[in-house]
């Protein structure tokens, strides 16, 4: 089975920034959930399953080189941006012209909503072939009533059969577009299925138990933040590390060559700042220090980069479901000074780790002529990192 993934983006947000406080940024998409803009929640659970061939994403014009920077950078070049319409139904339709034809089956989400599972996900496919759409929905759980215009109760609903229409839709093509061709209020429809039933196919709810809400009021977005954030855990490591300085030996720090007459003397190149950062990763880890990963007395190690050894603790450390959240530091040198490069090793740090130079922090002290710091004989660090995790 091949489906193409349309994730519904275009509409104004026009409730979410009704609800919104002042001075928050004013369309939702771009909103940080967990740190992540709210777009790019669903769409690694959804590329987790083969059966999704391509991913369209459809945004309002204006957005569009925004979202395309994003996606970029989150590493999802493969999605495709198009322009959304007036309506959601717009939207989708133009996202459906653009995707390929071949795809017998098209998938429609929300990009409002964050936490689709797999699992839902999964028996949405696996239901669809014996139907023209499938939809992810759930049993309705609150007494309904129904009134008039005055607002007086003229019935309480049968629940029993009564069903929140949620997204994924999961449809077949054909279907979907003789529904755009022949339904002349085709472009006015809140969902997919609706569309489908105006041309009498055939469509079926697959109920789920799982929390799949659509971000739409600021209040929402506030109980996403709680729940995504819920049994967390944020765990902080230390690492300080000393290097003699030596003629002869090249200057590292932070991952850049600082010119200096002298340099760090030691096994690998030296890097006193990434080794007291490594310790402190592994510190909050609890995952031992930077001595038993990377053994001085091992020759592979001999003269070995340390920008290397940062990166493949970062990883190991990010295997463990630990993500770094901060790190700030000081260098203790007397000479020379590390100001006018202090921004680039910010950035060269963040790099490494993967994380955002706002999330690095460094800070160079002299140590005023005192002590093996202060007569130039060594360069200390020190560094300090926050991790966490979903436990
Ligand atoms: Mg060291």
């Known amino acids: 089975m091949k489906v193409s993934l349309i994730l519904a983006a275009g509409g104004s947000s026009s409730r979410f920034r009704e609800s919104l406080p002042p001075r928050t940024p004013s369309n939702k998409l771009f909103m940080p959930l967990g740190g992540k803009p709210l777009f790019l929640h669903s769409l690694p659970v959804f590329h987790q399953h083969p059966e999704i061939a391509e991913t369209l994403i459809a945004v309002p014009q204006n957005l569009r080189s925004q979202v395309k920077r994003l996606l970029t950078q989150a590493r999802f070049e493969n999605v495709k941006v198009v322009n ?13 012209r653009k995707s390929n034809p071949r795809n017998e089956w098209v998938m429609v989400h929300d ?35 129904q009134v008039d215009a005055s607002g007086k109760i003229s019935a309480t609903v049968d629940r029993s059969q009564i069903f929140e229409a949620e997204t994924p839709q999961l449809v ?19 969902d997919e299925a609706s569309l489908l039933e105006s041309v009498k196919a055939t469509v079926r709810v697959v109920a789920h138990e799982s929390w799949n809400p659509k971000v739409t009021h600021f209040q929402d977005f506030e109980l996403a933040e709680a729940f995504l954030n819920s049994g967390a855990v944020s765990r902080t490591g230390l690492g300080k590390d000393t290097h003699r ?70 990883g ?30 910010q950035e060269k740090i963040a790099a490494l780790l993967k994380i955002k130079s706002d999330q690095v922090s460094i800070k160079a002290k002299t140590a005023e002529g005192l002590g093996p710091e202060g007569e130039g004989l060594s360069v200390t660090c020190e560094a300090i990192a926050t991790l966490r995790k979903k436990s």
């Open 316 to 345: 190991a450390v990010k295997k463990q479901g630990w993500h770094v959240e901060h790190v700030d530091s000081v260098v203790i040198l007397e000479k020379p000074k590390l100001g006018p490069l202090k921004k680039k090793m």
């Open 84 to 96: 959304g319409g007036a309506s959601r139904a717009e939207s989708v339709m133009r996202a459906l």
């Open 111 to 145: 990009a409002a909503r964050p936490f689709v599972s797999s699992g839902s996900l999964q028996k949405l496919l696996q239901a669809a072939p014996a139907s023209d759409g499938v939809i992810l929905a759930k049993k309705v759980v609150p007494t309904l009533k």
């Open 172 to 190: 077949r093509r054909k279907v979907l577009e003789k529904a755009y061709r022949e339904n002349p209020q085709a472009l006015q429809a809140t």
């Open 245 to 314: 300085l030596v003629a002869g030996r090249k200057l590292m720090l932070g991952g850049l060559h600082v010119p200096f007459e002298k340099g760090c003397l030691g096994h690998s190149d030296g890097d006193a700042l990434l080794h007291a950062i490594a310790d402190a990763l592994l510190g909050a880890a609890a995952m031992g220090d930077i001595g038993e990963w990377f053994s001085d007395r091992d020759p592979r190690f001999k003269n070995i980069a340390s920008s290397k050894m940062l990166e493949q603790i970062a």
